[in-house]
């Protein structure tokens, strides 16, 4: 049996990444689930959830990325599950939101071969799209933003900034090029539609083509 596609929606905050996840997921079910990181019902989803909303509960920088990892690892096992039983899997956030918010704190020692040193050996996702904006306050003056920690616009700059060093470190991303698996979406402007056609569109050609039968890894 052919196996399922791992579709990444990726991006900035509020740029509407859950929101496209679940219109992938409805157009694409029963033949699709959704896997959102951080799962914050899991033990170590809690944990994170908790250091997200409570600003004065402290934890090193380290800790919480390893934490945001080994949530990725406990559900990688029915990742592949899922996957091998020929459903597809529509992820909102991954391994590329792990090392970019943790490399825009600018911590010492925790540089580009540290953050991704956790996540190796993960599924590889056969489709990534990136949404990104002109700037952040494009998409800041959404609903919900700011209630969370990382919810500055300072931060979210950072973020931008080491998003794209990701892109080049693991799809060989160099601006204005998407490569056979990376798909950029720039959203300034673009309604909920509009994006999701724009998805849809990828997504379909995708399925047309012949499924793939191994995994790659990070
Ligand atoms: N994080 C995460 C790490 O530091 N390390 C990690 O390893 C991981 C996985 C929480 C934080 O954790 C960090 C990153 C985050 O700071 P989260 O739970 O994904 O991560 O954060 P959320 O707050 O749920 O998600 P976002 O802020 O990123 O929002 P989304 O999913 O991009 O946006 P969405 O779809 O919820 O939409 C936001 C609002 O915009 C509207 C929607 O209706 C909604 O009101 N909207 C649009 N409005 C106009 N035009 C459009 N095209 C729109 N699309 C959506």
């Known amino acids: 049996m052919a196996r399922g596609l791992l579709i ?18 409805d157009k694409l079910k029963p033949n699709a689930e959704l896997v959102k990181f951080p799962d914050r019902t899991t033990p170590i989803g809690q944990l994170i959830n908790r250091y997200l909303t409570d600003e004065s ?12 990892s080994a949530n990725r690892w406990e559900l990688s096992q029915s990742l592949q599950n899922t996957l091998l039983s020929g459903k597809h899997v529509i992820m909102d956030r991954y391994v590329y939101s792990g090392i970019a918010y943790s490399l825009a704190k600018g911590i010492d020692g925790m540089d580009f071969d540290w953050c991704i040193q956790p996540d190796k050996g993960l599924i590889k996702p056969d489709l990534l799209f990136f949404l990104s904006n002109r700037d952040s306050l494009d998409t800041a003056s959404r609903e919900g933003f700011g209630q969370e920690r990382y919810e500055s616009l300072a931060f979210q700059e950072k973020v931008r900034d080491q998003f794209y060093r990701v892109l080049e470190r693991l799809e060989n991303y160099s601006q204005g090029t998407d490569s056979n698996r990376l798909q950029m979406i720039n959203v300034t402007n673009q309604s909920i539609d509009q994006v999701s056609i724009t998805i849809w569109e990828i997504v379909n050609r995708k399925l047309q083509n012949e499924p793939p039968t191994d995994f790659a890894f990070f």
């Not at 990444?8 to 997921?25: M, P, Y």
Request: charged share 15%.
């Open 57 to 68: 509960f402290q934890l090193p920088d380290q800790s919480i990325h390893l934490l945001f």
């Open 8 to 25: 990444l929606v990726e991006g900035l905050d509020r740029t509407g990444k859950s929101t496209q996840a679940s219109i992938l997921l």
